[in-house]
């Protein structure tokens, strides 16, 4: 059975503190995910990765970091967290596919971040 | 640049009905592919339904049909016979294969409530 670990389903921080989100997947996929999901907004991509210690910024990566370190785990990090950063956080990974066949993403069961 | 649009916030229908939820695209890459995934209040993100750009029928998965009008770059999915369990929201979501790098770009989404 596939699987995408986050390591926390709720998370409640302060403002100004430094945030690891962390997300562990057992298929030997070599893309991974950060996605915020906020009401109205849908899932808004922040960093992706393609391979260990390659990152690309998605379409919000302001106040954001990531670290690949190893194949299976993807970090999360918030340098300075903020009120407004208070979200859903989904994890997602996906083979990497250089046709048009099937190639979905399988996520984590989400952290819900509230910063105050 | 890759883009989902999802009109619909919500949608409503009643048991053993079929429903429609809109899903349009815009891209300039010939070579793409349509997703679909469920969220259920739990917050898992399941995935429903897959279709490429090059696919010459539309995908149909149980319940789960998309109705793909590659013309009017439309991608609607389709639930025949609603369930009590459908109510969630759900997610197109699109890959470009040629310039989109891996990423998966989603839409705002659209929450079903079926009704008795």
């Known amino acids: 059975d596939v699987k995408v670990t986050q390591s926390s389903r709720y998370l409640v921080k302060r403002t100004g503190e430094k945030v690891f989100l962390e997300c562990v997947q057992d298929?030997?996929?070599?893309?991974m995910f950060w996605y915020r999901q906020d009401p109205g907004l849908g899932l808004r991509l922040i960093y992706f990765?393609?391979?260990?210690?390659?990152?690309e910024k998605g379409d919000i990566p302001e106040g954001y970091s990531v670290s690949r370190e190893k194949k299976e785990r993807f970090s999360l990090i918030l340098e300075s967290a903020s009120t407004n950063q208070t979200s859903m956080y989904l994890c997602?990974?996906?083979?990497?596919?250089?046709?048009?066949?099937?190639?979905?993403?399988?996520f984590g069961q989400g952290t819900r971040l509230t910063v105050v | 640049a890759q883009k989902i649009t999802q009109t619909q916030p919500g949608m409503f229908v009643q048991e053993k009905e079929a429903v429609t939820l809109d899903c349009t695209y815009d891209?300039?890459?010939?070579?793409?592919?349509l997703f679909w995934y469920k969220q259920p209040s739990s917050g898992e993100m399941i995935f429903l339904i897959y279709?490429?750009?090059?696919?010459?029928q539309n995908a149909t998965e149980g319940r789960y049909s998309l109705n793909f009008q590659k013309a009017r770059k439309s991608a609607n999915l389709v639930i025949s016979a609603s369930q009590l369990g459908d109510s969630a929201m759900y997610f197109c979501?699109?890959?470009?294969?040629?310039?989109?790098?891996?990423?998966?770009?989603f839409g705002t989404g659209t929450r079903l409530l079926v009704s008795p």
């Open positions: 279709q490429g750009s090059y696919d010459q």
């Open positions: 298929m030997d996929h070599e893309n």
């Open positions: 990765s393609y391979d260990v210690k390659m990152k």
């Open positions: 997602a990974s996906r083979i990497t596919g250089r046709t048009n066949k099937n190639t979905e993403a399988f």
């Open positions: 979501a699109m890959r470009e294969i040629n310039t989109g790098f891996q990423k998966l770009v």
């Open positions: 891209t300039s890459d010939p070579s793409y592919g």
